[in-house]
């Protein structure tokens, strides 16, 4: 059981707050964002999801750009306070279309009729977005997507696409439309954390893939839906020796998992699933895969000496995928050695959307790029200055570099969707459907 549930900005200003048992002081809230904000670990270190301090459990999820805390003096499984609070805000983003902090201000009073439906004296009751439409009646504020930033999974697919409908995944899915009429439509989406660490000669030292299959209707009378994977798709290893003389192309996944709602009658033997779609945005399959694949970058790191108090490193960066596809938001960031006093930077000829930045309080250099397209390379050099003179360890101190990016219409494990099938006995019955691919770094991590 909670004591306490609260969502915070960025800024620490307190949105929502609902207190249950009474035992933990009023002023938690203001306490919990100075601990998180002034974080006292290694430097450049966040704060951990969970933490105790003075007697009290506090348990937070970053979500949207909004902090969701709970907090208790109860010895409770982590886990299962991160889970409910994973879940409240799905179900709150489901009901508001958009989680940010405009469309919880306007929409308190739905949110607090959520909550009081969702937590029962601390205890966690119904997280089911299509149960709480019979026990919740307030109608959403609808906020205008056009002008606000989308934080979730959907604003990845929104930027420079036109053939999604950016506003329509951001709608409410218990929001009356102006009109009366409902857009018949359908999200299937293919999101991917791939996990990757390289050693110093560009060997994959390991590898992983942790996938989603997420799906969003807005379909009404809830029609049966059929979603077909890849026809040599395979689940296990052990049968192809290992995952890897399954064949050319053969999709092995280790191991998934599916929601309660999907049926697998049909799976093993043509490989789709079929499902009746509950209200708001649930995970279909989630799966997991070590099956060796190609990843989207290369970087090829390389450290020179340039005098007694001088050092250079040389970050060329490959993009290694289709140049129809485009990497957003690519960040770099390379450790430096403790001696570094000062670092000038020489990017390539015509480098456009990139930016440098020396962090001289943990000694780490961040090498930021808007975009990148596919099949290209980037270049950066940048020049250290050391207060000791070098050493034959200098390689060692520099390093591992690690990378975070975003690639929209891209999944490293090739599991795809063939088809997407509406069942609906009407033939004139033609709803939208959109199927996105989404890959994101987990850990890509370069060994120097």
């Given at each position: 059981m ?16 609902r ?8 002023g938690?809230?203001?306490i ?16 951990p ?7 009290v ?5 970053k979500?949207?750009g ?21 879940r409240?805000?799905r ?13 919880l201000r ?5 949110v ?6 969702m ?15 019979s ?7 609808v906020?205008?997507a ?14 420079g ?8 995944v951001?709608?409410?899915v ?9 857009r018949?439509?359908?999200f ?5 954390k ?47 020796g ?16 599916f ?14 699933l ?48 289709p140049?129809t ?9 390379v ?9 000038s930077?020489?990017?390539e000829p ?18 930021s ?51 997407l099938?509406?069942v ?18 987990n ?6």
């Open positions: 909670i004591s306490q549930f609260f969502v915070l900005s960025l800024r620490g200003d307190n949105i929502v707050f207190d249950y048992r009474g035992d933990v002081p009023k938690s809230a203001e919990f964002f100075r601990k998180v904000k002034f974080w006292q670990g290694e430097e450049g270190e966040e704060a999801p969970v933490f105790k301090m003075d007697g459990n506090y348990l937070h999820v979500v949207g909004l902090l969701f805390v709970a907090t208790t003096r109860v010895n409770l499984s982590p886990a299962l306070v991160l889970e409910l609070l994973q409240i805000a179900v709150t983003k489901d009901y508001l279309g958009i989680l940010n902090e405009d469309s306007k929409n308190f009073v739905l607090y009729e959520l909550l009081d439906e937590i029962d004296f601390g205890y966690p009751q119904t997280t089911s977005t299509e149960a709480l439409k026990f919740v009646f307030n109608e959403p504020v906020i205008d056009a002008r606000l930033p989308s934080l979730g999974p959907a604003a990845l697919f929104i930027q696409s036109k053939r999604v409908p950016g506003t329509s951001t709608k409410s218990v929001a009356n439309e102006p009109g009366g009429r409902k018949e439509e359908v299937v989406d293919i999101i991917e791939i996990s990757v660490t390289f050693n110093a000669a560009g060997y994959i030292l390991t590898s992983e893939i942790d996938g989603t299959i997420q799906m969003k209707s807005y379909l009404s009378g809830n029609p049966e839906i059929r979603v077909a994977l890849n026809e040599d798709l395979s689940i296990g290893r052990n049968e192809y290992g995952g890897f003389g399954g064949g050319v192309g053969m999709v092995i996944l280790d191991d998934c998992n929601h309660e709602s999907v049926r697998l009658d049909d799976f093993e033997t043509d490989h789709y079929t499902l009746v779609p509950p209200d708001g945005e649930f995970p279909v399959m989630n799966y997991r895969m070590t099956q060796e694949f190609k990843p989207p970058f290369k970087v090829f790191p390389v450290i020179e000496e340039a005098g007694p108090f001088k050092a250079e490193i040389v970050l060329k960066v490959r993009a290694d995928f140049a596809v485009t990497a957003n938001t690519v960040v770099l960031r450790p430096l050695p403790k001696t570094t006093s000062r670092v930077f020489e990017m015509g480098a456009v959307g990139q930016s440098t930045d020396f962090k001289e309080a943990n000694k780490t250099i961040e090498w790029c808007r975009k990148i397209v596919g099949g290209s390379e980037h270049t950066l050099r940048a020049k250290l200055t050391l207060t000791q003179e070098r050493n034959a360890n200098i390689k060692k101190e520099a390093g591992p570099i690690s990378m975070s990016f975003t690639i929209p219409m891209f999944n490293a494990s090739r599991l795809a969707v063939r088809y099938q509406v609906k006995k009407s033939k004139s019955y033609n709803p939208y459907r959109w199927v996105r691919y989404v890959t994101h770094s850990s890509y991590v370069i060994r120097t």
